[in-house]
């Protein structure tokens, strides 16, 4: 099966403060995501990457960087929290495909970021 | 990714079938339907996906009309484990970074 794993379930931090979030997936995926999902807004791609190095912003990229410097690890970097960033994080991963329309996402189970 | 619409939340007895409809009136030809369930405090899960004709998994089934402007997605027998929230997603060709655009979804309760 599957594993996406995420570095934490819960996080309080303070505004200002940077804000590391690890995901690591085992299936050799080359596209990675992270989303946000607040109440009444539903999952927004904040980044993705389909390859090592490589990143693409999503809908709601600022205040926020990635890093990808292994196929297995996507890091979502806050580089200085605020309390409008406080959420759920999710990050995903899969296999690419072409056509884009048939690939499935594997989910972790997520990261509450609380920002004080 | 474009609109899909869904209700607010639907409710079924245990191991009763359960139907969760979606609209998609827009859906260009090659456009698949996806869809994906989160259960609480869980990420969401891939459930199914077609283009054109009905498809069965051990999850669920999906049957997409013939126009292909709705589909609906099938549980044969409900579990108290099923009660989650349920997004029916489209998804194009030209879906950049294969990104998946989740809307509102239907939150499924299941009652004993």
């Known amino acids: 099966d599957v594993k996406v794993t995420q570095s934490s379930r819960y996080l309080v931090k303070r505004t200002g403060e940077k804000v590391f979030l690890e995901c690591v997936q085992d299936m050799d995926h080359e596209n990675m995501f992270w989303y946000r999902q607040d109440p009444g807004l539903g999952l927004r791609l904040i980044y993705f990457s389909y390859d090592v190095k490589m990143k693409e912003k999503g809908d709601i990229p600022e205040g926020y960087s990635v890093s990808r410097e292994k196929k297995e690890r996507f890091s979502l970097i806050l580089e200085s929290a605020s309390t409008n960033q406080t959420s759920m994080y999710l990050c995903?991963?899969?296999?690419?495909?072409?056509?884009?329309?048939?690939?499935?996402?594997?989910f972790g189970p997520g990261t509450r970021l609380t920002v004080l | 990714d474009a609109k899909t619409t869904q209700p607010n939340s639907m409710e079924s007895n245990e191991e009763e079938p359960v139907h969760l409809p979606c609209n998609h009136s827009t859906i260009s030809g090659t456009d698949y339907i996806h869809w994906y369930r989160q259960l609480p405090s869980q990420g969401p899960e891939y459930v199914i996906h077609?283009?054109?004709s009905n498809v069965n998994n051990r999850m669920a089934s999906l049957a997409i009309a013939e126009d292909r402007k709705s589909s609906t997605l099938i549980l044969h027998r409900a579990t108290l484990r099923d009660a989650a929230v349920y997004y029916c997603i489209r998804r194009g060709t030209n879906n950049a970074g294969n990104m998946l655009t989740f809307g509102g979804g239907t939150r499924l309760m299941v009652k004993p």
């Open positions: 077609g283009l054109t």
């Open positions: 995903a991963s899969s296999f690419p495909n072409l056509a884009g329309s048939t690939d499935t996402q594997y």
